[in-house]
């Protein structure tokens, strides 16, 4: 707890110590690790845990085949946020998809980076419609404003696979 202040009314408030170890004012609810602090899945604030509309979808889609490895995603971040672990299809409590009308006729695996440093993969198996979302070490990845997430498709076309659809969900 911080210090007592009186206000002009007279009355007396404790003040709370308003912000987690590396916490700035760009990024007011970082722990000692520099990580967003969470609780339960949801943002943790020296006040308490609050509870905001936190997926920021996005988007991304090809008409016809795919390219070779082309961004098909790049987008910056606009707040801290995190990209769940193990997101599958859209059953996932995390929320990202992608789809495809005409599934593979081989494994399609496209990376997915975060500032450059791929942080997992979106795969589609061999006929399935439906992607398995993958992150690396199968752990969550926590993002700030600022940050760039792409999306690459494969460095080989498969002959089959088109009109990919789908979107990142950003807690």
Known sequence: MGDVVQVASGERFQLVDPAPAKSTPGAPILDATGSPVLKNGQLEFPWGQITVSAIEAFNFSVSGKPPVSTVILRRMCSRVG?????????????????????????????????????????????????????????????????????????????TALADLVGFISVH
């Open 82 to 158: 995190y990209i769940g672990a193990n997101q599958i299809g859209s059953t996932a409590f995390d929320g990202s998809t992608a789809k495809v009308v005409t599934a593979p006729a081989a494994a399609v695996t496209l990376s997915l980076a975060l500032n450059g440093t791929v942080i997992g993969t979106v795969a589609f198996a061999v006929g399935s419609k439906t992607a398995t979302f993958t992150t690396t070490g199968r752990n969550t990845v926590f993002t700030t404003p600022g940050d760039v997430l792409t999306l690459t498709t494969s460095g080989t076309q498969d």
